[in-house]
T-cell receptor, first 113, second 112 residues
């Protein structure tokens, strides 16, 4: 069964550093998403991406965050200057269309120290 | 904004049925989902129901939807210790651009 692949599975970074979280969505999917889950809390929507542009973003997704689909297969989330409160599990997801159930990756655990 | 609520904990004995409940506020919900998360792992889609359905059964799982009360439940028959996990309810509204709104998760503990 096709999978959404996320790398790395765990990343530790120092406060103030830039991090890039990588995702390879399912190959024929057109809609891409990032979510995050702070330990013990809800899974929260960050951003959706379609047709090479952001289609929706949440209040969490401020100027420190950006997304990119650089080469037609990868979908990346960049955090420019990490803060302690960015420590969370980040999930990528993809979907073939606007309404179909989508598939989540296994997540990247980001720890900011 | 739209919200999804779940109770935080449920404890059952192995072999019993588990019922996990969820309420939501978005009246334009199109799909409602149940995800399972084991410790340190990702989100595994268990089942989902379209908003014009009342019930969906899939092996040991039964989803009931009361659209009038905006109440969703997941019943797991013959619960096993391997079912111990956190279960998230999520809804997708017609006007939400495809994003999911998650509940805070119900931790299911299955005792032998």
């Amino acid at each position: 069964e096709p999978e959404v692949t996320q790398t790395p599975s765990h990343q530790v970074t120092q406060m103030g550093q830039e991090v890039i979280l990588r995702c390879v969505p399912i190959s024929n999917h057109l809609y891409f998403y990032w979510y995050r889950q702070i330990l013990g809390q809800k899974v929260e929507f960050l951003v959706s991406f379609y047709n090479n542009e952001i289609s929706e973003k949440s209040e969490i997704f401020d100027d420190q965050f950006s997304v990119e689909r650089p080469d037609g297969s990868n979908f990346t989330l960049k955090i420019r200057s990490t803060k302690l409160e960015d420590s969370a599990m980040y999930f990528c997801a993809s979907s073939p269309d606007y309404l179909t159930v989508y598939t989540f990756g296994s997540g990247t655990r980001l720890t900011v120290v | 904004g739209e919200d999804v609520e779940q109770s935080l904990f449920l404890s059952v004995r192995e072999g019993d049925s588990s019922v996990i409940n969820c309420t939501y506020t978005d009246s334009s919900s199109t799909y409602l989902y149940w995800y399972k998360q084991e410790p340190g792992a990702g989100l595994q889609l268990l089942t989902y129901i379209f908003s014009n359905m009342d019930m969906k059964q899939d092996q040991r799982l039964t989803v009931l939807l009361n659209k009038k009360d905006k109440h969703l439940s997941l019943r797991i028959a013959d619960t096993q210790t391997g079912d111990s996990a956190i279960y998230f309810c999520a809804e997708r509204g017609y006007n939400q651009g495809g994003k999911l709104i998650f509940g805070q998760g119900t931790e299911l503990s299955v005792k032998p």
